[in-house]
């Protein structure tokens, strides 16, 4: 629920209805179009399509996300991606990171290293690496925000 206030009361708005939103409505539009109305992931054009959001922001409206943060899917491959997310989230509750220097943020580090896709994925994985032993400190990248070694 997303909290509106009107006056002395607050109405919360649910997700559902803020995707009827005209502001979430304009940017899926754009969207669609900006993929030339087919599926990012199996080129699916003659199906019903949605607009993924690839992440969530807690407190964040559907349409303040970039572009880059959405993409488009048809019915089926939105269904695997949900079920696929879903299986992921479950697999990474489970990892003990106690063993890990830095824990959680080093397990974040080394899975955004591997998914980043415009520069070579060990360079986001250096600190969790350095920090295990695995990378000398001659080997990070110290130009990356929040790299300290």
Known sequence: MYPLFFG???Y????????RDPRWQKKRLEVLEST??????CGAEGSTLHVHHKHYVQGRNPWEYDDTQ???LCEDCHSVRHDADKKIHDLLARVDVSGMP???????WLIAGFL????KPELHCQKAL?????ATSGE???GFQGVNV
């Open 8 to 10: 002395e009361f607050m």
């Open 12 to 19: 919360k708005k649910t997700y559902s209805e803020l995707l």
């Open 102 to 108: 830095g824990g959680v943020e080093d397990l974040y």
């Open 140 to 142: 990070c990248w110290n």
């Open 36 to 41: 030339g109305w087919a599926c990012e992931f």
């Open 130 to 134: 350095y920090k295990i032993g695995l």
């Open 116 to 119: 980043h896709h415009e520069v």
């Open 70 to 72: 959405l993409a488009v």
